[in-house]
């Protein structure tokens, strides 16, 4: 049968043709005449003495099926564009190479299977990887005026039947589909499809096909979605970064020109630790993250600075154990708390009061609490709130719901300000100033 098959591919598509169709009649012939030989009692070697009706019911049938194997091989023509041997037959296999893993094309092959118009019982063995179906087998042009007369239905209108299964494989899976009639193949002799089985093969292999485009599709999409979302994220911490820096720095710079005018060594000072504070601040990019002991080394100075402009009036404790100092930290958020602390706590109390900066390690997580004795939530500071607002929106961009701000008033007065965080280590901070 193979080497048939090879012989008649390479004929010319007519006498291809030409062959299927004898096939099929040289079947149908001996079949009937040898029901005629049976019916009308004369010997095998007689067949000449068969009466003229049988003849005649002969050749209607003959011609009925010489019919129907054109009308198939016709229909195979308008299915796939081309006719030959394997396009003809009653029985389609195809293998169909899928870029997922064996689950994922198992669902879609199933999905793909469920769809065909005609499906009516599907059974799906997840653990084996293989799904069977049976098909109601449409007549394509509808039951003819002499249908009756066409040999080719005197069997029943059989039903098709699909088996497929899933080939699991490294980085892909393979699926090995089979299209065929509920019959067994020796009805292949009497009978023809009319493509109904080409039809369904090439119904699921397109149907594999625009799923997997679909799903490069919305992988394509999401990917532009999250390149998107990451730039406009970039953008935002960008915008809120620039609008917690400046406002210090004009602020020093203007207390320092005024130093320069009425306190020259004081101004020498406070132009040391804004250089100190800088050092810290100007390797970062707008995107990336600090660390704990970075952060702390900045605040150091910005403290520094602010003791100069307030004298006695401003204490400081700091508790961080060194362990905690590579741990990751978005630039400036540690500063924004302390400045908080002191403008909204420190500065409207006549007396000061102590600025206290600790940090403690909880399993996966860094708490760094900013906290001091000021005025606390009863009075009214003429915040507006920007400073922990910008916090809590820079924490959520960079880390989702993995990090918090809590803001509790602190015993027996102040405010208390808590950042937790995910306790990721940057070996290298970009941020890491020399010495």
Request: charged share 20%; hydrophobic share 45%.
């Amino acid at each position: 049968m193979l080497r048939f098959a090879h012989f008649t591919a390479r004929m010319p598509p007519v006498i291809t043709n030409l062959l299927f169709v004898f096939r099929l009649v040289l079947a149908w012939f001996l079949a009937l005449l040898f029901a005629s030989l049976v019916l009308s009692n004369v010997p095998p070697f007689r067949f000449f003495d068969i009466g003229p009706s049988f003849v005649l019911l002969i050749a209607v049938a003959l011609m009925m099926v010489a019919t129907s194997a054109i009308s198939h091989l016709r229909r195979v023509r308008l299915i796939v564009g081309h006719v030959d041997d394997e396009a003809a037959s009653n029985r389609q296999r195809r293998r169909v190479e899928i870029p997922l893993s064996a689950d994922e094309a198992f669902d879609l092959l199933d999905a793909a299977i469920r769809e065909l118009p005609a499906t009516k019982e599907v059974q799906s063995a997840r653990d084996s990887l293989q799904i069977r179906a049976k098909l109601q087998r449409e007549l394509p042009y509808g039951q003819g005026a002499f249908g009756r007369l066409n040999p080719t239905t005197w069997f029943g209108h059989l039903r098709n039947q699909v088996f497929a299964i899933v080939t699991p494989g490294e980085e892909s899976s393979s699926v090995t589909l089979i299209c065929e009639p509920e019959a067994a193949a020796w009805s292949d002799l009497f009978r023809v499809d009319d493509g109904t089985n080409l039809e369904n093969a090439e119904a699921i292999t397109r149907a594999i096909s625009r799923r997997i485009a679909e799903r490069r599709r919305h992988e394509k999409m999401q990917a532009q979605q999250t390149e998107s979302e990451k730039e406009r994220t970039v953008a935002r911490l960008n915008l809120l970064h620039a609008q917690v820096e400046p406002h210090f720095l004009y602020n020093t710079l203007a207390s320092a020109q005024y130093l320069a005018r009425t306190d020259p060594p004081q101004a020498d000072r406070m132009l040391g630790h804004l250089i100190h504070y800088l050092r810290h601040s100007l390797p970062l990019t707008d995107d990336a993250l600090s660390t704990v002991g970075n952060e702390l080394e900045r605040t150091r100075a910005y403290l520094e600075i602010m003791k100069l402009r307030m004298g006695p009036r401003l204490a400081l404790q700091i508790d961080v154990p060194d362990e905690l100092r590579p741990i990751t930290l978005p630039p400036m958020m540690l500063q924004t708390l302390v400045e908080n602390a002191i403008k909204h706590g420190l500065e409207p109390k006549p007396g000061g009061g102590t600025v206290w900066i600790l940090a403690r390690r909880a399993e996966n997580t860094v708490t760094i609490t900013v906290a001091d004795d000021g005025r606390g939530f009863g009075a009214a500071t003429g915040g507006t709130g920007i400073g922990l607002k910008n916090v809590r929106e820079r924490l959520r961009l960079i880390y989702g719901a993995d990090a918090s701000l809590a803001v509790v008033a602190n015993v027996p007065e102040g405010v208390a300000s808590t950042i937790t965080v995910p306790a990721r280590i940057n070996a290298a901070p970009s941020g890491e100033a020399s010495p």
